[in-house]
């Protein structure tokens, strides 16, 4: 089953509001990273945030962590148009060598203008 | 932008054709991934990579195939394409980290098999 579940599936906005969403995972993390993915493209990495820490910003982005209810959330401030997008927390383990990410089932943001 | 390529963006193929996706990256990242993505859904790893002659099976179970004979190119390949083989193909890289990877993704091929 997937490590990471996002949380809503699906979200719509109006230009301006504070978009959040939320990610829930299962095993023991050393990190959890968000990405962006345009309809039809690539993902694009967002932000990192260490399982020792609890809260990151990077410009309009602001991630919490909460590793004892193994969960994270991405709040976007002041939306706009252009954040249309879905995003995808993704899990970094936190033993084995293979150190893979594990990607969620993603948010659908609509930010309507 | 990440330097990383995959062509072609979209392919249009029919039943039992043989197929090859390319993805090439020049950020000289030992790391390289193929991941499985259906339209609105999670992203599946389906083969991935450590470095040249290095490939290993992703957690979903795949009939392709991939080759690493050159740190920049991780092609795959489907020998006899299938109408369940029409998804989103994603190719991925990173640089090799004992601690974290953060992952570089090319726009996609999008695969439809009639």
């Known amino acids: 089953s997937q490590q990471g579940e996002e949380d809503p599936q699906a979200l719509s906005i109006q230009e301006g509001e504070n978009a959040t969403m939320n990610c829930s995972y299962k095993t023991s993390i050393n990190n959890l990273q968000w990405y962006r993915q345009n309809s039809g493209r690539g993902l694009v990495h967002l932000i990192l945030i260490r399982s020792n820490e609890r809260e990151k910003h990077s410009g309009r982005l602001r991630v919490t962590l909460d590793t004892s209810k193994k969960s994270s959330s991405l709040l976007i401030t002041a939306s706009r148009a252009a954040d249309t997008a879905s995003y995808f927390c993704?899990?970094?383990?936190?033993?084995?060598?293979?150190?893979?990410?594990?990607f969620g089932s993603g948010t659908q943001l609509t930010v309507l203008p | 932008e990440a330097d990383i390529y995959q062509t072609p963006r979209y392919l249009v193929i029919g039943t039992g054709k043989k197929i090859t996706l390319e993805c090439s990256q020049t950020m000289g990242h030992d790391k390289m991934y193929w991941y499985q993505q259906d339209p609105g859904m999670e992203l599946h790893l389906i083969h991935y990579?450590?470095?040249?002659?290095?490939?290993e099976k992703g957690d979903l179970s795949s009939e392709s195939t991939v080759s690493r004979i050159r740190t920049e190119h991780f092609p795959l390949t489907l020998e006899s394409a299938r109408p369940s083989h029409t998804s989103q193909y994603l190719c991925?890289?990173?640089?090799?980290?004992?601690?974290?990877?953060?992952?570089?993704f090319g726009p996609g091929t999008r695969l439809l098999v009639l």
């Open positions: 991925a890289s990173s640089e090799y980290s004992l601690w974290a990877e953060t992952q570089y």
């Open positions: 993704a899990t970094g383990p936190n033993s084995g060598s293979a150190r893979q990410l594990t």
């Open positions: 990579s450590y470095g040249v002659n290095s490939t």
